[in-house]
């Protein structure tokens, strides 16, 4: 079965600090993607990533990094320098790969609070 | 290009009633797939629809139901309404099958009273 687990429900963190928000996942499939969603107040999810499982290099855009890590299953998403809007519920997501009758399971979200 | 467009946005519905949801995808987005989201569990999968067919469905009981027209647009209906079904209904589309990429409507949320 698969499965997501973001095992922090909430964090607080000062503006200008850096965060990791965690993400634990489980899957028989061999391929699969992994993704990482932002939902601020508005309540509109946004798509932020899509990783595939053979594809392990970090990647990195602006303030945001993700690492992705086959051997310990987790794929965590790191704000660097966080700033106030980057205030948000933020969701690991997991979806098999060549498997194009499968959903795409969210874990329960992260809420992340900066503070100003 | 207009995004995914929920409606009604706010709802409140008694015990017993039933409620339709309605979902408008982006243009030329053919799968349109409906989460339940509440506070203690997350974003939970209702259904997939995609050229009118259900192509996969989550663990929810028969009371919820869906539907998707010709014109991809697409519905859900919650029959015999309980307090437990008070949640953020979140409608997600995509080009096709598992492409990857969700494009989310704002939701429509139900109260029950």
């Known amino acids: 079965a698969q499965k997501v687990t973001q095992a922090q429900t909430e964090i607080s963190v000062v503006e200008k600090e850096d965060v990791t928000l965690d993400c634990v996942y489980e899957?028989?499939?061999?391929?699969?993607?992994l993704f990482w969603y932002k939902q601020p107040p508005s309540g509109e999810l946004v798509f932020l990533i899509r990783r595939n499982s053979f594809d392990e290099q970090n990647e990195i855009s602006g303030r945001y990094s993700w690492n992705f890590q086959k051997s310990t299953s987790s794929f965590n998403f790191t704000i660097t320098a966080s700033q106030v809007v980057d205030s948000a519920v933020y969701f690991c997501?997991?979806?098999?790969?060549?498997?194009?009758?499968?959903?795409?399971?969210f874990g329960k979200g992260t809420r992340l609070h900066i503070l100003p | 290009k207009a995004g995914v467009t929920q409606t009604p946005r706010y709802l409140i519905k008694t015990r017993g009633q039933q409620v339709t949801l309605s979902c408008s995808p982006i243009?030329?987005?053919?799968?349109v797939s409906w989460y339940q989201q509440t506070p203690g569990q997350g974003l939970q999968f209702l259904f997939e629809?995609?050229?009118?067919?259900?192509?996969n469905k989550g663990n929810f009981p028969g009371r919820f139901s869906g539907r998707q027209f010709s014109n991809s647009r697409s519905e859900m209906n919650v029959s015999t309404l309980e307090l437990g079904d008070s949640a953020l209904y979140l409608c997600a589309t995509q080009t096709g099958l598992n492409t990857g990429e969700l494009f989310f409507g704002e939701g429509s949320r139900l109260t029950v009273l």
């Open positions: 243009s030329g987005h053919r799968s």
């Open positions: 997501a997991l979806s098999a790969y060549m498997n194009r009758d499968d959903k795409i399971i």
């Open positions: 899957t028989r499939d061999t391929t699969y993607y």
């Open positions: 629809y995609f050229s009118e067919t259900q192509r």
